[in-house]
Nanobody, 119 residues
Framework: VHVRESGGDSVQAGGSLRLSCVASGVTVAMAWFRQVPGKGREGVASIDVLGPTTYEDSVKGRFSISRSDDKIKMFLQMNDLKPEDTGRYYC?????????????????WGQGTQVTVSS
């Protein structure tokens, strides 16, 4: 499937953003990863088509992942943003879901949307 992200922006610490991802079809698993220059992609959150979710420890309690009823759209509500949340956020889609946030489990990726949090 093809996926496309939107919603990235520049905000101050403590602010909120909502990222969106639209897929061209329904997949079992969808996830958000983020990357900063010089580092590998880090899993942020994922969601199974039936509802189970998982979060990276640093975003628990601040970020919330969800899918639309038609399962084609995915959202990431990010609250209380911190400078360390800065990065390029990628939407990913895969055919199986796992509670481990592993990039290799996802075959389809978007181009990313930039989130910048200033202190």
């Amino acid at each position: 499937v093809h996926v496309r992200e939107s919603g990235g922006d520049s905000v101050q610490a403590g602010g909120s953003l909502r990222l969106s991802c639209v897929a061209s079809g329904v997949t079992v698993a969808m996830a958000w990863f983020r990357q900063v220059p010089g580092k590998g992609r880090e899993g942020v959150a994922s969601i199974d088509v039936l509802g189970p979710t998982t979060y990276e420890d640093s975003v628990k309690g601040r970020f919330s992942i969800s899918r639309s009823d038609d399962k084609i759209k995915m959202f990431l509500q990010m609250n209380d943003l911190k400078p360390e949340d800065t990065g390029r956020y990628y939407c990913a889609a895969g055919s199986t879901w796992s509670p481990q946030l592993r990039a290799r489990d996802y075959a389809d990726w978007g181009q990313g949307t930039q989130v910048t949090v200033s202190s």
